[in-house]
């Protein structure tokens, strides 16, 4: 019979599966993406046939919303393969010829960083939009915009630093063991 302490470790161990069902919403929304893009790029190559001419810059600005489709899609598949793989259970997937490469190195330390340079690139598609755009959005809106994508670079800075400080922590505390 097991212990109760067994049972209990066994049990906290196997709560990591309630996350299972967050990752299959998290695809869901990644198919709701998918349909956006599909949506958005169904209106920009009806309205480059229809009658009314789409200027340089509308084009633009509908071509960086589909990037910026794709780029949180890319987000999304970052933290539902990166956060299975991490969190809940190991992915099967040696050998497969599809495997991404950085999924054989993912921790969440590698997580956090390969997010945070992907929010930042998200948004710096939004600040070229609004940048872009400016002429129909106040100054105060593009201040906001510059000031949160600075803090989102300052953000990632300062968890690469931590990233890199705790792994050399890590591997000078493994040199003094061996």
């Known amino acids: 019979m097991r212990s109760p302490v067994k049972f209990l470790e066994s049990f906290i161990f196997s709560s990591r599966w309630i996350q299972a069902p967050l ?5 869901v929304a990644q198919l709701v993406y998918c349909w956006l893009f599909m949506v958005e790029l169904s209106h920009l190559v009806h309205n480059a046939f229809d009658t009314a001419h789409l200027s340089e810059t509308e084009v633009m600005l509908v071509v960086l919303g589909l990037i910026d489709v794709v780029m949180i899609a890319n987000l999304l598949v970052m933290v539902i393969v990166g956060g299975y793989e991490t969190f809940v259970s190991r992915l099967d997937l040696e050998n497969h010829p599809d495997q991404p490469e950085w999924l054989s190195h993912v921790n969440a330390g590698v997580l956090k960083i390969k997010l945070s340079t992907a929010i ?8 070229l939009k609004s940048f872009i755009n400016a002429a129909n959005l106040s100054q105060h809106t593009l201040m906001w915009q ?10 990632a800075l300062i ?3 931590v990233d890199k400080t ?4 890590l591997a000078l505390q493994h040199q003094k063991h061996h």
């Open 23 to 27: 990752y299959i919403g998290l695809i």
């Open 120 to 127: 930042i690139g998200i948004s710096s598609i939004h600040l």
């Open 146 to 155: 510059v000031l949160i994508h600075v803090v989102f670079l300052f953000s």
């Open 159 to 161: 968890m690469a630093i």
């Open 166 to 169: 705790m792994t050399q922590t």
